[in-house]
């Protein structure tokens, strides 16, 4: 171990570039479907020793070791976010003969640009560093520091953020209930960076300690969550009986206006197709949900879509589904202003409730103001065709479903922003509700990352979470993360489900991200107390 620390420590130029990149690649194995959190064992311990070789001499002797961590970080992180989010190259596929051209932009381009977060935390990580134990904390500082930024910062992009290696196992996402994602990242670093000091102990003790130590602490965090699970099933909300329905659509040319028969045919029979002999399909439901972007048209404005939906639902039931939707334009506008909404229907074919998305994805569903005129003036423009581009709502507001509980509705990726799905300003909600068309992404680790993710949210509010997507993975889950039902990723069918009923708002619901912060600072502490200490007297 001493041998190899020692090699990767004094690695220098395209070595030390490589193996960052390759130590960042291994790190994307802990994340779903994988779930080898070895993986990043591996990766964040060579990522401490490739920071301790970060200390070349001179007079900038300290401005240097901190660019030299960056250009460490800015490896590591590529290799992650490529390994990681190679899938969104799909995305650019759906079209090829518009979008196949920039499929290096989205496969390359974006890892490099999330890649200078984790070179921050590095260089953040190195500026504290010291000799020992300490600089565990150091790294675990920088680190989760950097990737609450990459979190909230130009609008947001918490994927893959480290914290979920624990965040998708049951026992160990509970602790999310206290210290949300971003305080399990922070656990995260520190107990995957601990066996480094196997390499570079000065004693037994030193060298097996801080090992140890993240033993015990990923077995604390496991018991914990064992026990604050009930033995039984959550009870369920009375009179509510859920029906998703998962068409597994293709993202092709079969989703377009001129196929609008064939697609409500084939949502209006799988809806009502019966589950079991004893099923009498939609008959028994009382809450139909069909996934985001149902609709290669204005459902609020096709009279005979509202007609068919109308006969299918059952006298009382109602249908809860994404559409896109359009207002007429502002004064001194031209264009009309399209939503990505979610919309109840009653049985009478009426629109009783509606929620407008308002975390956009840039890009996806608009081009960023600064880069709009620009790239429309190149004939360029975002994967969702709508004139202009969709239209954020101005704050997130509940869906008011009747015969449900308050809704905190979630469009897509809203679902993975941690601390920021509930309504603003309203009474605490009775559930998660996330629709999304992750067919885009076809039959990758993608969609299995983003279900991952809005299941957290579960945890951290303790809410249940009722999810349609388009091909997958759609599920009832209840506020402590377990699954209740699900339909897999690729398969077309229709999920039966009772509704689980919340429990006591968790801290996390509570505090936000105020004890990610303590943490934080505690790790800032504990590593300046430790270059106190090797200071000669």
Same mark, same amino acid.
């Given at each position: ?21 390759? =130590? ?44 030299? =961590? ?106 999310? $209930? ?32 801080? &090992? ?15 026990? /604050? ?57 009382? #809450? ?14 096709? $009279? ?41 229907? &009653? ?25 709009? #005129? ?18 954020? &709502? ?25 601390? =920021? ?28 990352? #983003? ?15 009722? /999810? ?44 936000? #991200?105020?004890?990610?912060? =303590?943490?934080?600072?505690?790790? $800032? ?13």
């Amino acid at each position: 171990m001493n041998a190899l620390a020692s090699r990767i420590m004094l690695a220098w130029g395209w070595r030390r570039a490589f193996i960052a990149f390759a =130590a960042g690649a291994a790190g994307a194995l802990a994340m779903p479907p994988f779930g080898f959190l070895l993986g990043l064992v591996a990766s964040l311990t060579m990522a401490v020793w490739l920071l301790d070789g970060a200390v070349p001499g001179g007079r900038l002797a300290a401005w240097a070791s901190a660019l030299s =961590a960056a250009q460490v970080g800015w490896w590591w992180g590529f290799g992650y976010f490529v390994a990681g989010l190679w899938w969104l190259g799909a995305a650019f596929l759906v079209e090829a003969d518009q979008f196949a051209w920039a499929l290096p932009f989205g496969v390359l381009g974006l890892p490099a640009l999330l890649a200078f977060f984790p070179a921050l935390g590095f260089a953040i990580a190195r500026a504290l560093w010291t000799p020992g134990a300490g600089r565990l904390f150091a790294f675990a500082f920088g680190l989760s520091l950097s990737e609450w930024l990459r979190g909230m910062l130009f609008t947001g992009f918490p994927w893959n953020t480290l914290g979920m290696a624990l965040g998708q196992n049951l026992w160990l996402m509970q602790g999310a $209930a206290v210290v949300g994602l971003y305080g399990l990242t922070l656990a995260t670093v520190l107990i995957c960076s601990a066996p480094a000091t196997l390499g570079t102990g000065k004693s037994l003790g030193a060298r097996i300690g801080p &090992a140890a130590a993240a033993v015990v602490m990923l077995a604390t965090l496991a018991v914990l969550g064992a026990l /604050r699970l009930p033995s039984g099933p959550t009870p369920l909300v009375d009179g509510v009986r859920l029906r998703i329905m998962q068409p597994n659509l293709p993202q092709d040319a079969k989703f377009r206006p001129e196929n609008r028969d064939e697609i409500m045919r084939r949502y209006l029979s799988l809806s009502d197709r019966a589950t079991s002999p004893q099923s009498s399909g939609i008959a028994d439901v009382t #809450h139909l949900v069909w996934p985001e972007s149902a609709f290669p048209f204005l459902l609020h404005r096709d $009279a005979g879509a509202l007609a068919q939906i109308a006969a299918l639902l059952p006298p009382g039931a109602l249908l809860i589904t994404g559409a896109a939707r359009a207002e007429e334009p502002l004064p001194g506008e031209e264009r009309l202003r399209f939503f990505n909404s979610i919309q109840a229907l &009653a049985d009478d074919g009426t629109i009783v409730a509606t929620y407008d998305k308002a975390h956009l994805v840039p890009f996806g569903e608009y081009l960023p103001g600064f880069l709009d #005129h620009a790239l429309r003036g190149l004939g360029l423009r975002e994967f969702v065709h709508v004139p202009g581009g969709f239209t954020p &709502a101005r704050s997130r507001r509940p869906l008011e479903v009747p015969g449900l509980p308050v809704v905190a509705a979630t469009v897509c990726y809203e679902a993975i922003f941690p601390g =920021a799905i509930l309504p603003d300003g309203a009474e605490r909600p009775g559930l998660v509700l996330n629709v999304t068309n992750d067919a885009w992404f076809g039959i990758t680790p993608g969609p299995h990352q #983003h279900f991952a993710q809005a299941r957290l949210r579960a945890v951290e509010e303790g809410l249940p979470l009722v /999810r349609a997507a388009n091909n997958g993975i759609s599920a009832v889950v209840d506020p402590y993360g377990r699954i209740v039902a699900s339909l897999p990723l690729g398969a077309e069918g229709v999920l039966d489900a009772r509704l689980p009923q919340p429990i006591s708002a968790t801290i996390f619901s509570q505090l936000g #991200h105020i004890l990610f912060g =303590a943490l934080l600072l505690m790790c $800032a502490a504990a590593t300046l107390a430790a270059r106190q200490l090797r200071r000669p007297l």
